[in-house]
């Protein structure tokens, strides 16, 4: 059972999120925030699988509150899911920079909410490679410098195997496909996977795939 914790200002949405979700049976609402401040206080309390997180919300918007709950090493089992009405490239790319594991609409179908937390606390994330490619290359890559040649810094305490995962996590290939890529177990890859983002504080893969492309390993079209 899904241990959630709902974040938003409005009392009907949370209200509604709360029924939707214990309702199918597969998640139980431990808590509610109204603020952003509320929201990092109350996860520090409770410890929930997935925070659903407004981005508008007085006091401490749900971007900051997310940054807070994803930097702090007692939540390292947290997850944050983005429940929002902004859909903006800008909210979003913000998001995933936070420590987001991914965003879903307010207008998205019940189902889709209810399995959106499924998938978050089984440690996907809700934002395929390409989308977040997509987003980057619009709206992170315009204002960022991106670098040649040389390792980037930002990897330069990675291994070369660890390297090579990565780029292949950023072009978008399950654990199998770097299996099979790089000759090694689906096992062994995920244990890759799994290193690279303690390496890099990053909480999923969507995360990996911005390094990749903010360090300049990846550029678009690569």
């Keep these: 059972m899904t241990r959630v914790l709902i974040a938003d200002d409005q009392a009907l949405i949370r209200s509604a999120v709360r029924d939707l979700l214990e309702g199918a049976g597969t998640a139980t609402v431990v808590g509610e925030a109204v603020d952003g401040l509320e929201a990092v206080a109350r996860a520090q309390e409770l410890h929930p699988d997935v925070v659903l997180m407004d981005i508008r919300m007085p006091r401490l918007d749900g971007i900051e509150a997310t940054a807070r709950i ?14 929002t009405t902004f859909e903006e490239d800008e909210y979003l790319v ?45 709206y992170v890559l315009p204002h960022s410098a991106t670098a040649g040649g040389a390792v980037p810094a930002r990897l330069a305490h990675l ?22 890529e790089l000759f090694i177990s689906p096992h062994t890859a995920k244990t890759h996977v799994k290193r690279i983002m303690m390496k890099l504080h990053a909480h999923d893969r969507a995360q990996l795939v911005i390094a990749a492309y903010e360090s300049g390993l990846l550029i678009p079209g690569a």
């Design 70 to 83: 994803c930097d702090d090493p007692a939540l390292a089992e947290t997850r944050v899911l983005i429940l």
């Design 94 to 138: 913000a998001a995933l920079r936070a420590g987001a594991s991914g965003f879903i609409g307010k207008g998205a179908e019940p189902d889709e909410i209810v399995r959106a937390v499924a998938a978050i606390h089984a440690g996907d994330a809700l934002l395929s490679p390409a989308a977040t490619r997509s987003l980057i290359t619009r």
């Design 159 to 180: 291994t070369d195997r660890e390297r090579e995962v990565l780029l292949l996590v950023a072009r978008g290939s399950s654990n199998d496909e770097i299996a099979s």
